[in-house]
């Protein structure tokens, strides 16, 4: 949870996706399944998938500048409060260098109150 309203890192992410000289150029099809929810009404939680070449970023820390934004989703909390929103990010990646990438997902409140993200998972398969 954060009341941030700047991406910050959830801790949470895949292990190292190893891409060699064979798979890169290759897709990678990534799914993330998760809920968001504020504590505030007509507040907002975005979640931000990140992919990285060092690691995942420690819970809290701001995403590093070396690090790529892919894309985002974000929902405004209607009804009740702290009412879980499913937030799915699906999203195709293709490696252009070998080494080692990984992806997580950050959370950021919209305009104050308290973002959280709940029973979150990160899958990573190869798109061929």
Same mark, same amino acid.
């Given at each position: 949870?954060?009341?941030?309203?700047?991406?910050l890192s959830t801790g949470l992410g895949t292990a190292k996706i190893?891409?060699?000289?064979?798979?890169?150029?290759?897709? =990678? *099809?990534? &799914?993330?399944?998760?809920?968001?929810?504020?504590?505030?009404?007509?507040?907002?939680? #975005?979640?931000?998938? /990140?992919?990285?070449?060092?690691?995942?970023p420690a819970q809290g820390s701001a995403p590093p500048s070396t690090?790529?934004?892919?894309?985002?989703?974000?929902?405004?909390?209607?009804? =009740? *409060?702290? &009412?879980?929103?499913?937030?799915?990010?699906?999203?195709?990646?293709?490696?252009?260098? #070998?080494?080692?990438? /990984?992806?997580y997902v950050a959370v950021n409140s919209v305009t104050g109150g308290?973002?959280?993200?709940?029973?979150?998972?990160?899958?990573?398969?190869?798109?061929?």
């Amino acid at each position: 949870s954060t009341t941030s309203t700047t991406p910050l890192s959830t801790g949470l992410g895949t292990a190292k996706i190893v891409v060699s000289a064979q798979t890169v150029n290759l897709p =990678l *099809v990534v &799914n993330f399944y998760g809920y968001g929810y504020n504590n505030t009404l007509g507040d907002g939680v #975005t979640l931000s998938l /990140y992919v990285s070449t060092a690691g995942v970023p420690a819970q809290g820390s701001a995403p590093p500048s070396t690090d790529t934004l892919l894309t985002s989703i974000t929902v405004t909390q209607e009804g =009740l *409060v702290s &009412n879980p929103n499913s937030m799915p990010i699906p999203y195709v990646y293709t490696p252009t260098a #070998t080494g080692n990438y /990984y992806f997580y997902v950050a959370v950021n409140s919209v305009t104050g109150g308290t973002a959280t993200i709940a029973t979150p998972s990160t899958i990573v398969t190869r798109g061929w």
